[in-house]
C-alpha cells in the first residue's frame, strides 16, 4: 500500500488540533487532509474531502462526536474513526465500540500510543487490501478484540509537573467532587499555591478541569477547579 491515508482532524480547540496535525507530520503514510473545529464543518468537510480516517473528538459546543459516528453509520460512509478525548466515562465507550471506532485514545495525548494506533490501522488496511478469501488466522490478525494491550506510556508533561503529584491532584479533586481553590489542593498536598496552580493549569490545558473565577472580594478574583463531567 504507497497511498497516503487521508485523515481529518475534528477537533474544537484549535491549539490541541494543532498539536494532533504535528504529531501526524512524525509518522510515515498519513497525511492531514483538513482540520475541523465543530461538527458543522465535521460534517461538510466529511463530504467534501471524503478521508479514509477521522480522528473525533466527542465534546463539541454544537453537538456530540458520539451521534456523528452513528450518523455516518447509517449513511453507509466508509471512514474509520479514531476516537481522542477526553472523556472517560465507561458508557462512551460502549457506545463508541457499538458505533465499530477502531480505537478510543485519552487526553493527553501521548505520542507513542497515537503512533501505535495508527500503524496498526494501516497495518490492518495492507492486510485487508491483500486478502482474497479468509481463514481464522488472518480474521484474529485483523480484529483487535482479545488483543493483550501493551502498557500506557506516560504523557510527556511539561517542566515542573511530575506523575506522582498529578496523579495526587487528580486524585484529591475526585475526592472532593467539588470546585477548590489552588491554595486548598496545595494545603492538602503539602505544597505551595503557586506548585498547585501549576498542576491545576495543566489539567485545564488537557481538559481534564474547568475554572470558574470568583469575585467575593476586593482585588483579583479566585480562580475555583473543578473536574469536567
Known amino acids: 500500500m504507497d497511498d497516503q491515508v487521508k485523515v481529518l482532524l475534528a477537533e474544537d480547540d484549535r491549539r490541541i488540533a494543532e498539536i494532533q496535525r504535528q504529531l501526524l507530520d512524525r509518522i510515515d503514510g498519513f497525511e492531514v487532509i483538513g482540520m475541523a473545529h465543530s461538527l458543522q464543518s465535521t460534517r461538510e468537510m466529511t463530504d467534501i474531502l471524503a478521508p479514509d480516517l477521522l480522528l473525533l473528538d466527542i465534546h463539541f459546543p454544537d453537538g456530540n462526536g458520539l451521534d456523528f459516528v452513528n450518523q455516518l453509520r447509517e449513511s453507509k460512509q466508509q471512514i474509520d474513526v479514531i476516537l481522542v478525548t477526553a472523556a472517560r466515562d465507561v458508557e462512551m465507550l460502549k457506545t463508541a465500540i457499538y458505533g465499530g471506532v477502531f480505537d478510543y485514545i485519552v487526553k493527553p495525548l501521548v505520542f507513542d500510543r497515537i503512533r501505535e494506533s495508527l500503524e496498526r490501522y494501516r497495518e490492518q488496511l495492507i492486510r485487508l487490501q491483500d486478502l482474497e478469501t479468509l481463514d481464522q ?93
Open 137 to 229: 488466522s488472518d480474521i484474529d490478525a485483523i480484529m483487535p478484540r482479545g488483543r493483550v494491550a501493551s502498557p500506557e506510556s506516560e504523557p510527556v508533561l511539561p517542566k515542573g509537573v511530575d506523575i506522582l503529584t498529578l496523579n495526587k491532584v487528580r486524585e484529591f479533586l475526585e475526592s472532593t467532587g467539588q470546585s477548590i481553590a489552588a491554595s486548598d489542593v496545595g494545603d492538602r498536598l503539602g505544597v505551595s499555591r503557586t506548585t498547585a496552580r501549576r498542576y491545576l493549569e495543566y489539567l485545564v490545558s488537557t481538559r481534564e478541569l474547568q475554572v470558574d473565577l470568583s469575585y467575593g472580594g476586593v482585588g483579583r478574583p479566585e480562580r475555583y477547579y473543578s473536574r469536567i463531567s
